[in-house]
């Protein structure tokens, strides 16, 4: 389903609060600009104002906050002095961990089951959105108006760089500014919910969603027929776009290539590179902050340090040495007070680099193991393959049941055996049904009606070492055949 964007909103209320809030943005993005050409004792110094200035801020605001931290001194602390938290202790206390008392998780969920909302302020002042993350627990995301507008203005300084300013004006010029999004468009994901919310109010006229849920053929002929200047999707499906490129079935000139939502290999970022001729900028960011860090030509990626604060870890929480994969990552978000995000295990494994980056950036460069699904290839009743992305595989289920927790291996080229979270016999069943009738008209969709389903008895196997569940297994990497 093509989506072209509702813009409803945009004659409304809108208009003066538009221009403000593209104010906040610019001047953000100067103040961005400016600390960074200062060095990195104004970025280290802008990070430790803004972390006193949280800590204080959630001490104060946030019930969830000050019982955790309830027996530290009540002077100025040390982010290193606090407990970790965790995305299942802060949803469990959701109503008190928020730092304004008119936002209830009972109202955010009301809100969010409505999916005609999808971009729309929150309360008119939040945005909202919901993600399972690479763990399965489902989560609730609140986002105030000067987080979002640090995120644009760390996108827009991105933009501005030396290595993207002349494609990014050439594109706006050349083919007036047509942006196209390929994302799971049917949901309040933050992918899609800020994108509807940036083109709702901001100088780019020309944009469009499209459903990573449709079949690729579809896809291409829509862009073919777009011809959008700025692409944005996932890793997965850029690889998928780019290989349709390279056959010629695909014919767009984008100049910028944006990517988000999962790991991008080295192997990949060239690929889509040389595919369209264009320079690829990958964000690495996560429902817990938007925009964490952005990839340089080396493919590193360099950390926003003065509005995040990255702490990798071992198992026990103590750092990780520069040049050593994390077990996981301690994320302090500096630009969201609503629902503060402070030494958070994200979950990730990130390897901070042991020397400067070559690119000259003097932002801290890491490596990070994001989500890493496998695109799957399927075979149709009259032996063509179709490909499918994992993010569009996993966005089925989502919306299909209420566990989040599951699991598809292709065992088989036209089987997928489905692994399945819930303990409780009947839930089980439950949730079973809903999966084969959500899966099978997605695959009859994409002409992949012949393929079977089938319950695993196995639960899903997250990986080791690093005990993350990966959603989508292809089955060459799949070690084990599961059960009939
Ligand atoms: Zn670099």
Not at 49 to 75: C, H, M, N, Q, V
Not at 259 to 269: A, D, F, I, Q, V
Not at 353 to 370: D, F, H, Q, V, Y
Request: with cysteine.
């Amino acid at each position: 389903m093509e989506t072209t964007l509702q813009k409803r909103d945009q004659a409304t209320s809108d208009g003066v609060r538009t221009s403000v809030e593209w104010w906040n943005v610019l001047s953000r993005a100067w103040g961005i600009w400016w600390t960074r050409n200062a060095g990195d004792a104004a970025v280290a110094a802008a990070a430790s104002r803004r972390t006193t200035e949280l800590i204080e801020f959630a001490r104060a605001k946030s019930a969830f906050y000050r019982d955790a931290w309830k027996a530290l001194p009540s002077g100025s602390i040390s982010l290193r002095d606090l407990p970790v938290v965790t995305k299942r202790e802060l949803m469990r206390r959701f109503d008190d961990w928020v730092t304004d008392r008119s936002v209830h998780r009972r109202g955010v969920e009301r809100f969010l089951e409505d999916r005609r909302h999808i971009g729309e302020p929150f309360l008119g002042r939040f945005v909202v959105w919901k993600s399972s993350g690479s763990t399965g627990e489902p989560g609730i995301f609140v986002q105030d108006r000067a987080a979002l507008a640090t995120y644009d203005a760390l996108l827009a300084v991105q933009l501005q760089s030396s290595r993207l300013a002349g494609s990014y004006a050439w594109g706006l010029l050349a083919q007036g500014g047509r942006a196209a999004l390929i994302a799971a468009t049917g949901d309040h994901f933050a992918s899609i919910a800020s994108w509807q919310r940036v083109c709702r109010g901001t100088p780019w006229p020309n944009a469009r969603a499209f459903s990573v849920m449709d079949p690729l053929p579809k896809l291409v002929a829509a862009l073919n027929e777009y011809q959008p200047t700025f692409l944005a999707s996932y890793p997965t499906t850029l690889a998928l776009l780019a290989a349709e490129q390279r056959e010629g079935r695909l014919r767009i000139a984008p100049s910028c290539v944006w990517s988000g939502g999962e790991y991008l290999s080295p192997t990949t970022h060239i690929a889509i590179e040389q595919a369209f001729d264009a320079t690829l900028v990958n964000e690495y960011g996560a429902s817990e902050c938007m925009s964490i860090a952005f990839s340089c030509a080396t493919g590193n990626l360099h950390v926003n340090a003065d509005w995040v604060v990255l702490e990798p870890v071992d198992r026990n929480y103590r750092p990780t040495p520069p040049g050593e994969p994390s077990h996981t990552v301690l994320l302090t978000n500096l630009a969201n007070c609503i629902q503060p995000v402070i030494r958070y295990d994200l979950g990730d494994s990130v390897t901070a680099s042991a020397t400067p980056c070559a690119c000259g950036n003097p932002l801290p460069a890491i490596r990070a193991e994001g989500r890493r699904d496998d695109v799957l290839a399927l075979q149709t009743k009259d032996g063509s393959i179709v490909q499918l992305s994992p993010l569009a595989l996993t966005t089925v289920i989502e919306e299909a049941t209420a566990n989040h927790r599951f699991q598809l291996v292709q065992t088989a080229p036209d089987r997928i055996a489905v692994r399945l979270g819930a303990e409780d016999a009947g839930e089980r069943g439950g949730e079973w049904r809903a999966v084969q009738r959500a899966l099978h008209a997605y695959l009859a969709h994409q002409s992949l009606g012949n393929v079977h389903l089938n319950l695993d008895a196995q639960a899903p196997v997250p990986d080791a070492p690093s005990g993350k569940l990966r959603e989508v297994l292809a089955a060459a990497r799949n070690g084990r055949a599961p059960d009939e």
